[in-house]
């Protein structure tokens, strides 16, 4: 275990339904980010948050959603999403962000398959 | 050009081998530099940390870089089978709003028995 959750551990949706990723870290980390792992591509990172600030959005499609209530709760909240999306969703934290020290700590992932 | 690049692999090396593994990166800019370990099905976790050219130990593992060539390598000693998952590398340019941080494809290492 790496201090790190996420739930849903395994989400199927439909295109027209809204649902949310719940991620978090009992780490004491202040930066928090949500990737995207698709089959034969790299790891993509999708937002980065630091001290609940988003800092990095990566062109992510309005479709996904974050937000970061405090610096130990991160969401993904995904609504009309498209059959592309399907992939795992990893959640990591790190100590801050924007330090060249950036070890990352992943959770476990959502696997999410839309229909 | 890719900024991260790995060779996707398979590498395949048998029981005890040592297993070299490559990447190579387009920012010159970058200043931190991560070995990702992924079995299959599971997330990512550090491996190997590095910022300085040269050689970092730990363990069964060395992590190399050298940054004029652009170029950062993970060396695995006396492999095991249990070695075998996908290693990502990870490079991280700049700080603050210039922050940048770009994973490879990963590697699929097989240590056969």
């Known amino acids: 275990e790496t201090g790190v959750t996420q739930t849903p551990r395994h989400l199927v949706m439909g295109m027209t339904n809204k649902k949310s990723l719940k991620c978090e870290q009992h780490?004491?980390?202040?930066?928090m980010y949500w990737y995207k792992q698709s089959a034969k591509k790299p790891l993509e990172l999708m937002f980065v948050y630091s001290l609940e600030e988003r800092v990095e959005n990566n062109s992510v499609p309005s479709r996904f959603s974050p937000e970061c209530p405090n610096s130990s709760h991160l969401f993904l909240h995904l609504h009309t999403l498209q059959p592309e999306d399907s992939a795992l969703y990893l959640c990591?934290?790190?100590?801050?962000?924007?330090?060249?020290?950036?070890?990352?700590?992943f959770g476990p992932g959502t696997r999410l398959l839309v229909l | 050009q890719k900024e991260v690049e790995q060779n996707s692999g398979p590498l395949s090396v048998p029981e005890g081998a040592i297993a070299s593994l490559n990447c190579t990166y387009s920012?010159?800019?970058?200043?931190?530099f991560f070995w990702y370990r992924q079995y299959s099905g599971k997330s990512p976790e550090l491996i190997m940390s590095?910022?300085?050219?040269g050689d970092k130990e730990d363990g069964r593992f060395t992590a190399q870089l050298n940054k004029a060539s652009q170029y950062v390598s993970l060396l695995i000693r006396d492999s095991q089978p249990s070695d075998s998952a996908t290693y990502l590398c990870?490079?991280?340019?700049?700080?603050?709003?210039?922050?940048?941080?770009?994973f490879g494809k990963g590697t699929l290492l097989t240590v056969n028995p």
């Open positions: 990591a934290s790190s100590p801050n962000s924007g330090g060249i020290l950036q070890t990352q700590y």
């Open positions: 990870a490079v991280i340019r700049g700080g603050g709003s210039n922050y940048k941080l770009t």
């Open positions: 590095i910022y300085s050219n």
């Open positions: 780490l004491g980390h202040n930066a």
């Open positions: 920012d010159r800019g970058s200043q931190s």
